[in-house]
């Protein structure tokens, strides 16, 4: 991964911790429907189980968001928004 790849994925989710706690407001505000959380995982090509463990979610909460019942919040919606924006730079991130 580049520096500055590295650099852009940190200050990303820093931002996202600051507006998760009320420090800084969301510019935007993404609604992810259920086949948009399963389009980012199969991007990965990976399964429900792996996806889940890799971005530190239980597969019952991954279940829920891609079948409609529960939706991403937090942390998890900003990995999400950059895990579509740029999946290897995720993969990269949270494989080591």
């Known amino acids: 991964m580049k520096n500055n790849d590295f650099k852009d994925l940190v200050t990303g ?16 505000v993404f609604k992810f429907s259920p086949i948009f959380v399963k389009r980012i995982r ?3 090509h990976i399964s429900q189980a792996t996806f889940a463990h ?3 979610v ?3 909460t991954l279940q829920n968001w891609e079948q ?3 939706r991403p919040q937090g942390s998890a919606l900003a990995l999400l928004k950059v895990a579509e924006a740029n999946p290897r730079i995720v993969m990269e991130a949270l494989s080591t």
């Open 13 to 28: 989710i820093d931002q996202a911790r600051k507006i998760h706690v009320g420090k800084l407001k969301a510019g935007r």
């Open 42 to 44: 199969m991007k990965f």
């Open 54 to 56: 890799m971005i530190g």
């Open 58 to 60: 239980s597969i019952n």
């Open 68 to 70: 409609g019942r529960r």
